[in-house]
């Protein structure tokens, strides 16, 4: 049985100071997501939580994929889902994307223990096909593992024929020995790194070449659990991938006729930097995302339909998977040159292993967030050197 959370829990809505920063009030005025479907691969995604009544799309569970869908062994699926789709309701967590609807698929990562289970459960390259031939039209996977899988490789390049938006969290190792993450490192998967609230890279965040934009990943409310009672303060780049396919939500909501090459083109365009966009961070990519920007321009230009807004990218691949690993970011560049105070995009670490990992790192403390005032700075590392 799924608890929701106790009658005394705590409203969860002023712990997430990333919908301050980014103006979520004011882009609601003109997109909520709604009519948008984001596909959720994950531990499973619990629909009976509060935030999420209503949200998840149970009958558009392919049958291929359908077991364990719903039964979320650990929480982190039914986090990500609540940021990018929650309604907020019961003092639960609002996404980003409320009007959006989830479809959930549960996949094998070290954390699902029993081996009954395992067996059950879907691959990733499994839900990723899956997901391909459904009705979603965004893709968010908060996972990874740091070996290319031919299987689910072949998978997303399906995917990316179906049309579909692919983001995918970096990882969270960034302090210790670097691996590179897959699925983020694949062609037509877009990479996201995790910031704090001042718009620094995170210290765990992973980099390279294969990181294409940035978001809020630090203090951010998530189930602690898979009881489903309390939320607690979490940080990682799944957090991070869960607010870019939530803005990417409201963003094709507000124009349908879009395609997923201009849907993240304009993401590219309007995100925050103080670096020139043809030469993008490795801890930032093309910089912070800040949907807002193009939700406040109705006549926004994405470009042609068919242009692939990474394809130089797409077509290089991993580049520097050799290369050195520093203690931690560069320093801010003091300036916030790029205009980017209005939108978040930071330190803590979690380890990678041989098998799919769910990039996450809960911390169990929850002191209440001070939003008002916030500069955004940015941190960059020339991809190049």
């Known amino acids: 049985m799924n608890l929701a959370p106790s009658a005394a829990a705590a409203d969860e809505q002023p712990e997430q ?7 979520a009030e004011q882009m609601w005025k003109v997109s909520t997501g709604e009519g948008i479907k984001v596909a959720v691969i994950d531990s499973g995604v619990n629909p009976d939580t509060p935030s999420l009544k209503g949200q998840v799309l149970t009958n558009d569970i392919p049958k291929a994929v359908a077991y364990g869908a719903t039964h979320d062994y650990t929480g982190h699926g039914t986090s ?4 990018v789709a929650g309604t907020g309701a019961g003092h639960g967590l609002k996404g980003l994307a409320p009007g959006a609807k989830i479809i959930p698929y549960r996949i094998v990562t070290d954390d699902l223990k029993n081996k009954v289970e395992r067996e059950k459960t879907s691959s990733s390259a499994e839900a990723i096909r899956a997901a391909a031939e459904s009705d979603a ?3 968010s996977m908060s996972f990874g593992s740091p070996g290319d899988d031919p299987e689910e490789a072949a998978a997303i390049k399906y995917a990316q024929s179906k049309g579909k938006l692919m983001f995918a969290a970096v990882g969270n190792g960034g302090e210790k020995d670097r691996v590179i993450g897959y699925p983020a490192a694949y062609p037509y998967v877009v990479g996201v790194a995790a910031t704090d609230e001042n718009g620094t890279a995170a210290e765990f965040s992973d980099h390279g070449n294969y990181v294409d934009l940035a978001s809020p990943g630090l203090d951010v409310p998530t189930w602690c ?11 990682g780049t799944s957090q991070a991938t869960a607010i870019t396919s939530a ?3 409201l963003i094709w909501s507000a124009h349908p006729k879009w395609t997923a090459n201009q849907v993240l083109a304009s993401l590219i365009d309007t995100a925050g930097r103080d670096w020139p966009k043809n030469d993008p961070s490795t801890y930032l990519g093309y910089g912070l995302i800040r949907p807002r920007k193009v939700l406040e321009n109705s006549g926004f ?8 807004p990474l394809a130089k990218e797409n077509a290089a ?4 998977a050799a290369s050195p690993t520093p203690s931690a970011p560069p320093p801010a560049p003091g300036a916030n040159e790029s205009g980017a105070s209005d939108d978040a995009a930071g330190p803590s670490s979690e380890s990678s292993s041989s098998s799919t990992t769910i990039w996450v790192a809960l911390g169990a403390a929850a002191a209440i967030l001070t939003v008002g005032g916030v500069v955004f700075a940015l941190v960059r590392s020339r991809r190049g050197t």
Request: charged share 20%.
């Open 17 to 23: 100071w990333y919908l301050s920063a980014m103006r």
């Open 80 to 83: 990500m889902a609540e940021l």
């Open 137 to 139: 039209e965004i893709i």
């Open 225 to 235: 659990d898979n009881t489903f009672r309390s939320y607690c303060k979490s940080q």
């Open 247 to 249: 803005s990417a939500a």
């Open 301 to 308: 230009d994405p470009g042609a339909a068919a242009v692939d």
């Open 317 to 320: 691949g991993v580049t520097d």
